[in-house]
């Protein structure tokens, strides 16, 4: 698994594409259907010194960036995230959405998931998305 959690964001900027073969692949007992990738995207709320990002400006940024990536569907769950800022060394928690996408393995997937991740990025004004990547077996 990789993690992309924020403690080397520019390691972590692009998802890796995950290979059609290997443990993942070995791993998919037959009928538990084909190697693919789980994404799992951490979208904080929070923009510093602006409020946070408003359940409108969420569901256009879905409707907007997140679908046209990732037309085949994703899964969005409401969270709290936390962090420490290293500033003020205080525990900060925030708004967080969850979004899981399972794709399956090759650079289009990878790609999809990098512009969404660069999209709220730039447009909410984040440091980073945080992002999990594993290998699954899956069907659709």
Same mark, same amino acid.
């Given at each position: 698994?990789?993690?992309?959690? /924020?403690?080397?964001? @520019? $390691? &972590? %900027?692009?998802?890796?594409?995950? #290979?059609? +073969? /290997?443990?993942?692949? @070995? $791993? &998919? %007992?037959?009928?538990?259907?084909? #190697?693919? +990738?789980?994404?799992?995207?951490?979208?904080?709320?929070?923009?510093?010194?602006?409020?946070?990002?408003?359940?409108?400006?969420?569901?256009?940024?879905?409707?907007?960036?997140?679908?046209?990536?990732?037309?085949?569907?994703?899964?969005?769950?409401?969270?709290?995230?936390?962090?420490?800022?290293?500033?003020?060394?205080?525990?900060?928690?925030?708004?967080?959405?969850?979004?899981?996408?399972?794709?399956?393995?090759?650079?289009?997937?990878?790609?999809?998931?990098?512009?969404?991740?660069?999209?709220?990025?730039?447009?909410?004004?984040?440091?980073?998305?945080?992002?999990?990547?594993?290998?699954?077996?899956?069907?659709?």
């Amino acid at each position: 698994m990789l993690l992309c959690l /924020g403690v080397l964001p @520019a $390691a &972590c %900027a692009a998802p890796p594409a995950m #290979p059609a +073969t /290997g443990p993942a692949a @070995a $791993a &998919c %007992a037959p009928g538990a259907g084909a #190697p693919m +990738t789980a994404f799992e995207l951490f979208f904080g709320r929070s923009i510093r010194g602006a409020g946070e990002v408003s359940d409108s400006a969420w569901q256009d940024f879905l409707a907007r960036v997140v679908t046209p990536n990732l037309p085949n569907g994703y899964t969005v769950f409401d969270g709290v995230g936390a962090w420490l800022d290293p500033v003020t060394g205080k525990t900060l928690h925030e708004r967080t959405n969850v979004l899981l996408a399972v794709l399956p393995n090759g650079p289009a997937g990878a790609a999809a998931i990098a512009r969404v991740r660069q999209s709220y990025q730039t447009e909410s004004h984040q440091m980073l998305v945080g992002m999990t990547v594993m290998p699954v077996c899956g069907a659709f």
